[in-house]
């Protein structure tokens, strides 16, 4: 691949790609190059269903060296909102642990085309990783309530 850069990257040392390729492209690339081959079959399977259900959607069409912080936090704004039928019932909003998800995926492939030098930098990790919602109280046993059951 050819590499062109700006006076901007050749004082940082970041070769840029001539050829823009989409993050769509580049995310089906990672999963059958990458992560395939290096990962077990369950984890290729979570992130292949991430990818395809919600990064692909919200990000496909953009091109990678495009991709900017504000479209990642855009992207996890709109999964926290977004509504999906699963397992057992009908609609409900994405749990804040699939949005970490989403966006620890998405910082994996971003990694991945740094190391590739596909891109200058990880946007992702840019942006801070969505929280949790409150839960429900806890219901472990205390230090005390342990010791009683001993």
């Known amino acids: 691949m050819k590499r062109a850069s700006s006076p901007d990257d050749a004082r940082q040392s970041i070769p840029r790609s001539i050829h823009k390729q989409t993050v769509s492209a580049y995310l089906t690339y990672w999963l059958e190059h990458v992560v395939k081959p290096e990962l077990r079959a369950t984890t290729y399977n979570g992130y292949e269903i991430m990818v395809r259900r919600h990064l692909i959607p919200a990000l496909g069409r953009k091109y990678l060296t495009d991709l900017s912080p504000a479209d990642v936090r855009r992207m996890l704004a709109e999964l926290r909102e977004k509504e999906t039928t699963g397992h057992g019932g ?61």
């Open 90 to 150: 009908g609609p409900r909003k994405l749990s804040p642990r699939m949005v970490q998800f989403a966006h620890a995926v998405l910082r994996n492939a971003l990694s991945n085309a740094v190391r590739e030098e596909l891109v200058g930098r990880n946007v992702a990790t840019l942006v801070d990783p969505p929280t949790g919602a409150v839960g429900r109280p806890s219901r472990s046993l205390t230090l005390e309530q342990s010791f009683v059951l001993l």
